[in-house]
């Protein structure tokens, strides 16, 4: 058996260690380090450091525990615990100097999530939770919003970096949701937006095609704050990452209607 208390804990620390590795390289960074993955998918040594520092210590903490990395330092093979990481959410934001940007890292057995923790860095915002216990941010526990109207909805979208596959029903949705809900917006990382539904500031999140590492740690964070994240379907096969809504809980049924709606641009994207 493991400990989930003490394992938050120490992840806490690596994650603001982590945090503190990204806000002091972001004080000098040059905008000549950056590499392109694809088009527009962008990466610099910060984010490959960043990863390397995480995995070391995460390997110290629980060493029968495989990994899905979002720079692939370290591989997950058939280990009864799997670490999701990401040591950059928001690395676009990162490298044009902009918030937010965070650490995530979140662990998950065959069952599901374990944990979760995610250090966003330019607010010194660290939240986290596991599986037994409350959500909290930085300390103090928090709670999903009561907004159960969409049209009063606070809703953030995520855009893939495949806009070939992706962009048709991204314009879709935003055609669907534009004068429609609250408010709309693109933070730019997916796993601070996650841990703001969770602390009620955005009442949900819709985006078509995600890594685990990026959806992993904030999702157990919002299910223990009285959230929910599910795949397009309703269902709860979006774990290996893939189409992914999370809300508050009391827009997720208006917000799969929606979605079905425009589920047509997304029949020749891969799943
Ligand atoms: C990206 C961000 C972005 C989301 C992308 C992610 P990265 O992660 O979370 O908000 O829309 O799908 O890949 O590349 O900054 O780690």
Known sequence: MIDLELLTEQVKGVAKEAGA???AERSHFN?????????????SYVDKQSEQLIVAHLREILPSAGFITEEGTAMKHDEPYCWLVDPLDGTTNFIHNNAPFCVSIGLCDHEGMLLGVVYECTRD??????????AYLNGEVIHVSDVSDLDSAFVELGFPYDAENYGPFAIQLVQRLYGNVGGLRLLGAAAVETCYIAAGRFDARIEAFIGPWDIGAGSIILQQAGGRTTDFDGEQNWKDGSRVLSTNGKVHQQLLSVISECRGALDNSPV
């Open 31 to 43: 905008m000549d380090a950056v590499e392109s993955k694809r088009a527009h998918d962008y990466v």
């Open 125 to 134: 915002e660290l939240f986290w939770a596991h599986r037994d216990g409350a």
């Open 21 to 23: 590795f990204l806000l």
